[in-house]
């Protein structure tokens, strides 16, 4: 297994659709995972942190499943400003904390249209 | 104040040319990262400073690829004799001491090899 999996995407959603993606990792000592957001050409910017079995923040939710290994992000009531890529990102040193080495996903492409 | 300032923000350069790439972080974050990114890919782990030492160089793909940070703050990353397989946008990250994994992108170099 890779030490960090995500859909391959592209998702395209028409404006106010649900939409959903996961992310598997090979790190069982890992303790937080992140989801990061980044627009064309720009640097990634954090969208959340999951420490424990999820996180929400307004109209995102992330989940985490530590048995299977895999964390997801809902994104509810999509804008046209959602729009990006939105990267997974697991500590994937020994110690399974973020102090280390970060591995990031390749990405999740997702296009809101009117 | 400030973010992380990468410079050069383009480089293109021949192959088998020298390159460096500066980063300056974010000031007193103690942690640097550097990843590279490739079209169409997610951003990936070359090496973490903590402080002025490299804590995990596991990433740098060879040789020609070396990194310092001499005095905690500024970093340079170092590609000998550069390849085409080199070309992607190198980029940096700060991260304050402590456990809050969030990473402050710079905005990146973007390297051509010619």
């Known amino acids: 297994r890779k030490e960090v999996e995500q859909d391959p995407g592209p998702f395209n959603v028409p404006e106010g659709a649900t939409v959903a993606f996961n992310c598997t990792y090979s790190n069982s000592a890992s303790q937080s995972f992140f989801w990061y957001r980044q627009d064309c050409r720009k640097e990634p910017k954090l969208l959340m942190s999951v420490y424990s079995s999820g996180n929400e923040d307004g109209r995102f939710t992330a989940q985490l499943n530590r048995a299977s290994q895999y964390i997801s992000l809902l994104i509810r009531d999509s804008k046209l400003s959602d729009s990006a890529t939105y990267l997974c990102v697991v500590p994937s040193n020994a110690g399974g904390t973020s102090y280390g080495k970060l591995t990031f996903g390749q990405g999740t492409i997702l296009t809101v249209h009117p | 104040g400030a973010g992380v300032s990468q410079t050069p923000s383009n480089k293109v350069t021949e192959k088998g040319k020298y390159v460096e790439l500066r980063c300056d972080p974010i000031s007193g974050h103690t942690a640097l990262y550097w990843y590279r990114q490739s079209l169409g890919q997610g951003p990936e782990f070359l090496i973490y400073?903590?402080?002025?030492?490299?804590?995990?160089d596991s990433g740098l793909p060879n040789d020609r690829f070396f990194a310092v940070r001499p005095e905690g703050s500024v970093s340079t990353l170092k590609i000998q004799r550069t390849e085409r397989g080199d070309s992607a946008v190198y980029l940096c990250a700060s991260r304050e001491t402590g456990d809050t994994g969030e990473l402050f992108f710079g905005e990146g170099s973007r390297l051509t090899v010619l």
């Open positions: 400073f903590q402080g002025t030492g490299a804590a995990d």
